[in-house]
């Protein structure tokens, strides 16, 4: 089966294969292909209308990013979210971002706080309009933004890859319990980030996390583990 992939603008100095790849990223990062997803590269080449050799390339970086699993019969999957993984990749998110944050903080100016403060609004704009898609990239370029404040940052990497493990079962739990966030933790974020206390947003990163995807993400688990021992 062929998932929908996003269309995503093409400039002039994107290869096809850099193309490929960001498309299928995308597609992964914001959940529209699913948990449990089987992949095939003649079904992908197929939709993106491109050969196979950038497709082969984008999944070959997307293996090495643990975005996909490849199989030995040459299909790919997106892996299903165990309970184990998910409590490890949730404990990686707040050691890398509360640190990313942490770091981050002297260099986080006045007007980069407006810039955050705007994303911020945004979000409340797409939640209120269930639009989950630009929610994601929205809260992705809200943290993004202030973890590059510190120009010698090296975890943005390691942060963005725990980001696309976590996509396709964000994109789960917002269908499987019909929410995103439990609590917004981004106005106090904002108001660290305005009093330059590195202690509260060391806390409000680490609440961010546990009280969006890490709390609605536990609740999905458990969810599915009541389904599947449900008698008929």
């Not at 299903?80 to 409590?87: E, P």
């Not at 990686?92 to 706080?113: F, G, M, N, Q, W």
């Not at 493990?165 to 106005?187: N, S």
């Not at 009093?195 to 060391?202: G, N, P």
Request: proline letters at 3%; glycine letters at 6%; aromatic letters at 4%.
């Amino acid at each position: 089966m062929i998932y929908d992939i996003p269309e995503l603008a093409m400039t002039a100095d994107v290869t096809s294969q850099e193309h490929a790849y960001q498309r299928l990223r995308h597609a992964i990062l914001v959940g529209a292909i699913p948990t449990g997803a089987t992949l095939t590269m003649r079904g992908l080449a197929d939709k993106l209308g491109i050969g196979l050799t950038p497709i082969r390339e984008a999944l070959r970086r997307l293996n090495s990013e643990a975005a996909i699993q490849m199989q030995d019969n040459r299909r790919m999957l997106v892996p299903v979210m165990t309970s184990g993984r998910f409590d490890d990749l949730i404990a990686t998110r707040i050691a890398l971002e509360t640190h990313a944050a942490r770091r981050a903080l002297p260099y986080v100016s006045d007007i980069l706080i407006a810039a955050l403060r705007s994303i911020d609004a945004q979000m409340d704009t797409a939640l209120t309009a269930k639009d989950y898609d630009a929610l994601t990239v929205l809260n992705q370029a809200f943290h993004s933004q202030l973890y590059c404040a510190n120009p010698d940052q090296t975890s943005m990497s390691l942060v963005e890859s725990v980001w696309l493990q976590l996509g396709p079962f964000q994109r789960e739990v917002i269908t499987a319990l019909g929410t995103f966030y439990v609590v917004d933790r981004h106005k106090e974020i904002l108001t660290a980030l305005e009093t330059r206390d590195a202690a509260a947003l060391v806390i409000a990163i680490q609440k961010d996390i546990e009280d969006g995807v890490g709390s609605a993400g536990k609740d999905a688990i458990a969810s599915r583990g009541k389904t599947k021992t449900k008698m008929p």
